[in-house]
């Protein structure tokens, strides 16, 4: 076993076990009063902001506070920091096929967010990621 900050790891525990223990060892997030999205949408057509300027897009979060779909840092125009930073909306949740995982800007943590269910219908980026 290896040790990571306060938390010890099992070489023969799954990836998602070890997640969760790493997630478990992280701060907590102050802000999870304000988590108002707690479905997941059925489907979305794409990054909102993107598809208004016809720009392309890389992976898409939603805002949990109001349910804006804004595209990630790694895409060009970074909507979904661009929402938060604007908005004061601190929780964005992954949309992406298979990932669960919530990040909170204010408080610079990753978790998982139970109450927060769903699985959103996402079309591929175009930026081919």
Wanted: glycine residues 8%; proline residues 9%.
């Amino acid at each position: 076993m290896r040790a990571l900050g306060s938390c010890v790891l099992d070489p023969g525990a799954s990836d998602d076990d070890r997640r969760a223990r790493v997630i478990e060892a992280m701060p907590a997030c102050t802000h999870l009063d304000q988590v108002l999205v707690t479905q997941l949408p059925d489907a979305v057509a794409g990054c909102e902001d993107c598809l208004l300027t016809g720009d392309p897009w890389l992976h898409l979060r939603i805002c949990l506070q109001c349910g804006h779909v804004g595209c990630c840092d790694d895409s060009p125009n970074r909507h979904a920091t661009t929402h938060s930073q604007a908005s004061d909306h601190p929780i964005i949740r992954s949309l992406e096929p298979g990932e669960q995982w919530s990040w909170c800007y204010l408080d610079e943590v990753v978790m998982r967010i139970p109450e927060v269910r769903g699985e959103t219908r996402i079309p591929p980026s175009p930026l081919g990621g």
